[in-house]
C-alpha cells in the first residue's frame, strides 16, 4: 500500500490529480487496486483534517449493475471503487454507513439496508459489509435509499456527505426529487457525490441532477478515479480539508 510523505505539495497535487483524471481517458477497474495510496500517514501528521461529521455510501445492487461495461460487471466495477476509497481513506471519526438498494432475494427483501453503521468510520468494519453485498438483483429504489439517509443522518451535527455509487439506469425523477427533500432537510450542512457506473446517458444526466440538488457535492465518473492517484485525490476533495 503507498503512503505520501510528509509535504504540504502533496495536498495541492492530490487535488490536481483528481482534476486531470476527470479530462483523460481511462478504463474501469473490476477488482480493488492491489496499491492504493493510504492518506492514513499524511492526515495523522495534521496535513489534513476531515471537513465530514457525517457519511454514508449508497451503493446500487439492482438488476441492471449486472450488466457488463467495458467487458466487466457493473456491480463488480462498483464495489471495486468503494473498495478503493475505503482503502484511501484515512481514519476520520465521521459516523458513517453504507447502504445498498435494490437487491436480489439472496441477500436480503428489504428495498434498502445498511451494510456498515452507522457507527464511527472503521476501515474493517466497511470491508466487511461491502464484502457481505453480493449478488446485484432487483429493482433500484434509489429513491428509497435516499430517503432513509435523511434518519441515517438525522442525529450528527455538522458537514454530512452522502456518495452515490449507480449507473442511474431505468429510472424516474423521483430520486431527484428525493434528494432535493434530502438537501431541505440536512440543510446547508448536505454536499451529495454521485459516482457513475457505465455509460447510460440518461443515468448520467440524473446523477448530475442528484449532485446539484445539494448546496454542495458534484458528480463524477467510476472510470476516472480507478487509478490510485485520481483516488487519492477524490477522497482529498470529498472528505478532507
Known amino acids: 500500500m503507498k503512503k505520501f510523505k510528509p509535504a504540504s505539495f502533496f495536498i495541492l497535487a492530490l487535488g ?14 473490476m477488482t480493488p487496486n492491489p496499491n492504493p495510496i493510504d492518506l492514513t500517514d499524511p492526515f495523522e501528521d495534521g496535513q489534513f483534517i476531515s471537513k465530514v461529521d457525517g457519511l454514508v455510501i449508497l451503493l446500487d445492487a439492482s438488476s441492471s449493475m449486472s450488466e457488463k461495461y467495458e467487458g466487466y460487471r457493473k456491480f463488480d466495477i462498483a464495489k471495486a ?5 475505503n482503502n484511501t481513506m484515512p481514519p476520520i471519526s465521521a459516523e458513517s454507513g453504507l ?26 468494519d466497511m470491508k466487511a459489509g461491502i464484502d457481505k453485498i453480493t449478488p446485484a438483483g432487483g429493482p433500484t429504489p434509489m429513491a428509497t435509499a435516499i430517503a432513509s439517509v435523511g434518519a441515517d443522518l438525522e442525529n450528527v451535527r455538522g458537514s454530512k456527505a452522502v ?5 442511474g ?21 448536505l454536499c451529495i457525490y454521485t459516482v457513475l457506473v457505465g455509460d447510460d446517458q440518461e ?3 440524473l446523477m448530475e441532477d442528484i449532485a446539484q440538488a445539494a448546496p454542495c457535492g458534484f458528480s463524477a465518473l467510476a472510470q476516472h478515479i480507478s487509478d490510485a492517484e485520481p483516488m487519492a485525490g477524490y477522497v482529498t476533495e470529498v472528505l478532507l480539508s
Open 16 to 29: 490536481m490529480l483528481f482534476l486531470a483524471s476527470c479530462t483523460t481517458t481511462q478504463t474501469a477497474q
Open 99 to 124: 447502504r445498498t438498494f435494490g437487491h436480489s432475494t439472496e441477500l436480503t427483501r428489504q428495498q434498502t439496508e445498511l451494510f456498515f453503521g452507522m457507527s464511527p468510520y472503521s476501515r474493517d
Open 169 to 189: 439506469k431505468d429510472l424516474n425523477n423521483a430520486p431527484l426529487q428525493a434528494a432535493r427533500d434530502l438537501s431541505d432537510k440536512l440543510g446547508q450542512d
Open 163 to 167: 456518495v452515490i455509487v449507480s449507473d
Open 81 to 85: 471503487f468503494v473498495h478503493n476509497m
Open 203 to 205: 443515468g448520467k444526466a
